[in-house]
């Protein structure tokens, strides 16, 4: 931490009477509790014993006074060297006196049940070493801070103990105020918020005679967070001090790169402003998360042989997990990321790379999920985006951000035609639409305007390929709910026709479609075992000349079995309400038709298949009828075969 805040530190700790208690204020995640248990400790340890207690989810009064005892304690028997030894058995005694207690009488086992914290007398020194309390997490005790506050009172003034209170008051002065969302109470009205604000700032000037807000030096935190990082991995763990450096540039300046670097790097003072001025989400605690979670995916990396530095990858992860920890970006289950990206850039102006940055590892943030064997796709797909050699495949699997304006300008034009065309994958649309609307946010003028008419008309394209192929790239990018506020109707338009392809279970049906088709032409009767509890939106005019082409081909004995199969799988389609019924009787009267064809080409003498035939067709008379009915009156519940 800065030493100008480690100075008033030791100098409240120092004075002989000081006049009240110190509090220290910043924000969650800055190093408060950093700063005193380790620096201040460490500086003090010759003179003073620091005894820090936890007020976190303290809910009475009685539990605080408490606290400060046992911690008290347990400071003077870790002094005298035998915390190890003295401290359990002095628990196991209150132990025994209590199960002694239950069997005697009232009035001794209420004498003997006491905890014995209560006969001890607190002194300001243990040994030759003064004792300084500290009370940390104020604004997360349960307990009213006014009330607190009074405990903590009597230690600083009546007591005359070294007292110092750590506190995001920030929030806690919101909180008191009923302007915090977290505590916010409708009930309560404006003037007795106000009141209690009032009562709190009262009480404070009484017992605190001094409030220092903490200034960081993250610089120190974070080689210290690095240090102390526990991992049998001794490659990950050189891995992180060997970049030391640029993540503490994080910290500064957003920057990923050592100072020098950075002096020599060709930005404009424009973009320097910018940078200097980026809100960065500073806290300690998320970037210590962040390294931690980043070791499985730098071994999932390393185990797929990525080539370029590691380090980059790194970066990208913490950038875009303290992000997310501070509430910049979010996620929703409906709709995913689209902006986040965006927002990252914005906090770290030029310096965040989101190709570093994968869904996968945005699941893993957002939501703790972690699938390797999508990962590994999404990875190989990483390492073939790196072969993209011509300034239209630049173009169409960059972000914006990671384009250089030749490419954009070459490639763009192409891209766009290809789009028109109904040419680019469903993930491609998405990312198209994404730099679009960035180009559009950010004043950034694309070589050419947008036909969004001819845009949908390509994703209807690119839809109608997909049902008839059932096959789509799984890396399916989406965009956050909250975010969809930011496209315009034109760009939201073209989004949501691939929104509600994908969610409204179409791929499925398409792939459940494509299953059947290629089951049909290699084994008749596996395609009905293997595709029976499958979904399907309905039977087609390609179904119908498949099952019929596969009914003429097989012995009279798998005629007979196909022909229940058929009742059964598709007798049932037939009246589920998923099913698209006018496409279904288009395929049904196609089955019929082609089977009255296939019928008049088989032999007198060949009775059996004859009557077979005449079955599978008596079959289809009577589903066509059902739909038929089913459609002209809605009737949901008419039976079928």
């Given amino acids: 931490m800065a030493s100008s805040t480690l100075d008033e530190l030791k100098y409240y700790c120092e004075q002989e009477n000081p006049a009240g208690a110190l509090m220290l204020t910043g924000e969650w995640g800055s190093g408060k509790t950093y700063l005193v248990d380790s620096i201040l400790s460490k500086a003090l340890e010759e003179t003073h014993i620091i005894i820090r207690i936890s007020l976190f989810g303290i809910s009475s009064i009685e539990a605080a006074f408490a606290a400060v005892k046992q911690a008290w304690l347990e400071a003077c028997l870790e002094n005298a060297g035998k915390i190890g030894a003295a401290l359990p058995k002095i628990l196991k005694a209150k132990d025994d006196i209590a ?33 300084v309390l500290v009370f940390d997490d104020l604004e997360r005790c349960r307990v009213d801070p006014v009330d607190l506050l009074g405990v903590i009172n009597e230690y600083c003034e009546n007591q005359g103990l070294h007292t110092i209170i750590i506190s995001n008051e920030k929030h806690l002065l919101q909180r008191e105020s009923g302007t915090g969302s977290a505590d916010k109470d409708d009930n309560v009205d404006s003037g007795t918020k106000q009141s209690k604000a009032i009562r709190y700032d009262e009480i404070k000037e009484k017992v605190v005679c001094r409030t220092i807000e903490i200034v960081s030096d993250y610089d120190s935190a974070v080689e210290s967070i690095i240090e102390k990082y526990a991992t049998e991995d001794n490659a990950y763990k050189q891995f992180l001090k060997g970049h030391i450096t ?15 670097e950075f002096g020599e790097a060709s930005l404009d003072n424009e973009k320097l402003a910018e940078i200097r001025a980026a809100h960065n989400p500073h806290n300690l605690r998320s970037f210590r998360c962040a390294i931690q979670d980043f070791h499985r995916v730098y071994c999932l990396l390393n185990s797929q042989r990525i080539e370029e530095p590691l380090e980059e990858w790194l970066y990208a992860f913490v950038m875009f997990t303290m992000a997310a920890k501070a509430g910049i970006i979010v996620d929703s289950e409906r709709y995913g990321t689209f902006f986040s990206d965006v927002e990252v850039s914005r906090i770290y102006p030029a310096f965040y790379k989101d190709k570093y940055m994968l869904n996968f590892e945005k699941a893993w943030v957002f939501h703790g999920r972690w ?22 495949d630049i173009v169409r699997t ?21 789009a ?34 001819k845009m949908q008309a390509g994703v209807e394209k690119q839809i109608e390929f997909l049902e008839q192929s059932g096959e789509d790239a799984f890396g399916h990018r989406l965009t956050g709910e909250n975010n969809m506020e930011r496209l315009l109707p034109e760009e939201r338009e073209v989004y949501m026709l691939i929104h509600e392809f994908r969610n409204k279970d179409r791929l499925m049906y398409a792939k459940n479609r494509k299953d059947f088709l290629d089951l049909l032409e290699k084994d008749c009767e596996l395609a009905f075992v293997k595709c029976q509890n499958k979904r399907f939106r309905c039977f087609d005019s390609q179904m119908a000349d498949a099952v019929a082409r596969g009914f003429s081909a097989c012995k009279n004995a798998e005629k007979v079995t196909l022909l229940s199969d058929f009742k059964k799988m598709w007798g049932n389609r037939a009246q589920s309400p998923d099913t698209d019924l006018e496409k279904t009787l288009e395929g049904f009267r196609a089955l019929k038709s082609i089977l009255s064809q296939s019928k008049n080409d088989i032999a007198e003498a060949k009775q059996i298949a004859l009557s077979l035939f005449n079955e599978f067709i008596a079959i289809m008379d009577k589903l066509i009828s059902e739909v038929e009915d089913r459609i002209q009156t809605g009737n949901a519940s008419s039976s079928m075969v």
Avoid at 382 to 388: H, P, S, V
């Fill in 99 to 131: 199960n002694m207690a239950k069997t005697l009488d009232s009035t001794a086992g209420a004498v003997l049940s006491v905890d014995i914290t209560k006969f001890i007398s607190m002194s300001k020194r243990i040994g030759d070493k003064k004792i």
């Fill in 398 to 418: 960059y972000s914006l951000w990671n384009i250089n304006d030749e490419d954009l300008i070459e490639g763009f034009p192409k891209v766009l035609d290809g």
């Fill in 371 to 392: 699938d390797e064997s999508k990962a590994i796709a999404q990875i190989q797909n990483y390492k073939e985006k790196k072969k993209a050699a011509t300034p239209y």
């Fill in 420 to 453: 028109y065309g109904g040419e680019l994958s469903l993930d491609d649309y998405i990312l198209l639409i994404e730099n679009i609307a960035s180009a559009r946010i950010h004043k950034i003028e694309l070589p050419l305007c947008v036909d969004w008419e």
């Fill in 246 to 260: 640029e993540l503490q540039n994080l910290f500064s300046d957003g920057i990923p790169m050592t100072n020098d």
